[in-house]
């Protein structure tokens, strides 16, 4: 079955520390895959997607996430964590039944 | 351009009591999704909806009904509210490039 798993609930670093957040997938086909992140009272935002082609995606705010097939993983990174990181972080598998199946979330936390 | 929207913000219902989730998109998208957000559970998906006149339900859809008469509109139903209802709402569309969904802010709901 596709699924979709943030192996980390709660992640803290400190302000200018790097950053990974972790994603495994389950999915039988080639996968779409994505970052959402949310903030506090907000609705998400996207971060990234990765479709096909280059297994190193950009995304906003500095963010980049990297894609491995044979690891079926597709983690998030940042090398500088800003204050403003702090949020939930969601990573997300679209499935050609039109739908998303989201992970259930990592939130961050960022010391000054 | 407002991109997606949602009301009311917040509301609290007494067990039983009715009432319908707004959300409306400005984007001329042809799918719509509804989404409930409890914590440590990531988003599961309620209904969803490829074109106006046409829904479907979602991994959750007990206790919840939709509509979408016009391509802009896709309120959500809960008809006899009870307190396993309580939980973040949100609501969700996409365009040509289906797979990635944008979000509307979310509708807090407690069921009391």
């Known amino acids: 079955a596709q699924s979709v798993t943030q192996p980390d609930i709660h992640i803290t670093v400190s302000e200018g520390a790097s950053l990974e957040l972790r994603c495994n997938y389950s999915y039988g086909a080639t996968p779409y895959l994505f970052w959402y992140v949310q903030s506090p009272g907000q609705g998400l935002q996207l971060l990234l997607k990765?479709?096909?082609?280059?297994?190193l995606v950009q995304g906003i705010k500095g963010f980049e996430a990297e894609f491995k097939r044979s690891q079926s993983s597709f983690n998030l990174r940042k090398p500088s964590v800003h204050w403003s990181d702090a949020a939930e972080y969601f990573c997300?598998?679209?499935?050609?039944?039109?739908?998303?199946?989201f992970g259930t979330g990592t939130r961050l936390q960022v010391f000054p | 351009n407002a991109g997606v929207t949602q009301t009311p913000k917040f509301r609290i219902l007494k067990i039983g009591q009715s009432m319908t989730l707004q959300c409306t998109q400005d984007?001329?998208?042809?799918?719509m999704y509804w989404y409930r957000q409890d914590p440590g559970m990531g988003l599961k998906l309620i209904y969803y909806s490829v074109g106006a006149g046409i829904t479907d339900k979602g991994e959750v859809p007990n206790g919840y009904n939709v509509s979408r008469s016009t391509t802009e509109d896709f309120p959500l139903r809960l008809e006899l509210a009870a307190p396993s209802q309580t939980s973040v709402y949100f609501c969700?569309?996409?365009?040509?490039?289906?797979?990635?969904?944008?979000f509307g802010p979310g509708t807090r709901l407690l069921v009391l």
């Open positions: 984007m001329n998208h042809n799918y």
């Open positions: 997300a598998l679209y499935i050609n039944t039109d739908k998303l199946i």
């Open positions: 990765y479709f096909s082609g280059d297994t």
């Open positions: 969700a569309s996409s365009g040509r490039s289906q797979e990635t969904q944008y």
